[in-house]
């Protein structure tokens, strides 16, 4: 079975400022999908950035962009320039074909102003 | 449009009633995902609804539950002699299968609360 494995509970980070939160999963396939969601307190759980593993060039969203390295089975989030509206929970995700979507633990993200 | 709706969005119940929780996905979408979220935790996979093929209740976590779901429509989730443990935020995602990198929309989620 697929697992997916966010190593850091929580994260803080200065406003402004660059953070990374980690993510490694485990599977056997060469083809899948990879997704970071975020969930404020609100409890809405929003899609930040999506990776496929066929594609070598790492996602970029704005502000958001991933690191994916595909032998390492790793998949973490940079937040550049942090803003206070970034706090939230961060949860990785794995998917692949039309299969259940897999998500992590999270990190609770916290912006220090 | 309108997005993925749950209901109610707040239910309180007593250990040993049955509850039943509803979801309303995005019209079109094929793909229905239940997920439970105890309290400062991550999603837990409860069921998934993909069309027409069978349902993958592998995340159920016990006989106590059980969901159903009417062709794409709604779908409700029952759980049958509610416990403590019970409690807990039930999110309901739906997704367009027309990609499978395409995302889940998620509802609000119904907080639940056995006492």
């Known amino acids: 079975a697929q697992t997916v494995t966010q190593s850091q509970p929580e994260m803080s980070v200065q406003e402004a400022e660059t953070v990374t939160l980690s993510c490694t999963y485990d599977t056997s396939e060469s083809d899948y999908y990879l997704f970071w969601y975020k969930q404020p307190p609100s409890r809405q759980m929003i899609l930040v950035i999506r990776q496929e593993a066929y594609k070598q060039q790492n996602a970029t969203e704005n502000r958001f962009s991933v690191n994916f390295q595909k032998a390492a089975k790793s998949f973490s989030l940079k937040i550049s320039d942090s803003q206070l509206g970034d706090a939230a929970m961060y949860f990785c995700?794995?998917?692949?074909?039309?299969?259940?979507?897999?998500f992590g633990t999270g990190t609770r993200l916290t912006i220090i102003p | 449009g309108a997005g993925v709706s749950q209901s109610p969005s707040n239910k309180v119940t007593e250990k040993g009633k049955d509850v039943e929780l509803r979801c309303d996905p995005i019209s079109g979408h094929t793909a229905l995902y239940w997920y439970r979220q105890r309290l400062g935790q991550g999603l837990e996979f409860l069921i998934y609804?993909?069309?027409?093929?069978?349902?993958?209740k592998s995340g159920l976590p016990s006989d106590r539950f059980s969901a159903e779901r009417t062709g794409e429509s709604v779908s409700t989730l029952t759980i049958q002699r509610t416990q403590q443990e019970d409690s807990a935020v039930y999110l309901c995602a739906s997704s367009s299968s027309a990609s499978y990198n395409s995302p889940l929309h998620f509802g609000n989620g119904t907080r639940l609360t056995v006492t």
């Open positions: 995700a794995y998917r692949r074909g039309n299969e259940k979507l897999t």
């Open positions: 609804f993909q069309g027409n093929s069978a349902p993958d």
